[in-house]
């Protein structure tokens, strides 16, 4: 089991720009991807951005956000630019049980407690 604390989430207006957080522990970080799912109200958990030695993204984010590592750190980012509101959701990040791509949460064994973000129209 991983330990994941997100942080980073806020309101911001559509357009702008928000960059979220998470620092993992607990097991070696570099040896497990890492991915960001969303949750908005009344809809089911999503797949968002995940990483390894490269990148995955959703379909509705590609070209606006970006996923990146910080093995040294721990830490993984989404950094979120021309937001949008139907990015309104809860933000989880995952790490996923080895150093392989998915977008399946089942893939995903430990879970940060979310951060919200809210973009206004």
């Known amino acids: 089991q991983v330990q994941l604390v997100e942080s980073g989430g806020g309101l911001v207006q559509a357009g702008g720009s928000l960059r979220l957080s998470c620092a993992a522990s607990?097991?070696?970080?570099?040896?497990?991807?890492m991915g960001w799912f969303r949750q908005a109200p009344g809809k089911e958990r999503e797949f968002v951005a995940a990483?390894?030695?490269?990148?995955y993204y959703a379909d509705s984010v590609k070209g606006r956000f970006t996923i990146s590592r910080d093995n040294a750190k721990n830490t993984v980012y989404l950094q979120m630019n021309s937001l949008k509101s139907e990015d309104t959701a809860i933000y989880y990040c995952?790490?996923?049980?080895?150093?392989?791509?998915?977008?399946?949460?089942?893939?995903?064994?430990?879970w940060g407690q979310g951060t919200q973000v809210t973009v206004s129209s």
């Open positions: 990483i390894t030695w490269t990148t």
């Open positions: 995952a790490a996923g049980r080895y150093f392989l791509y998915s977008a399946n949460a089942h893939d995903y064994d430990s």
């Open positions: 607990g097991r070696t970080f570099s040896n497990y991807a």
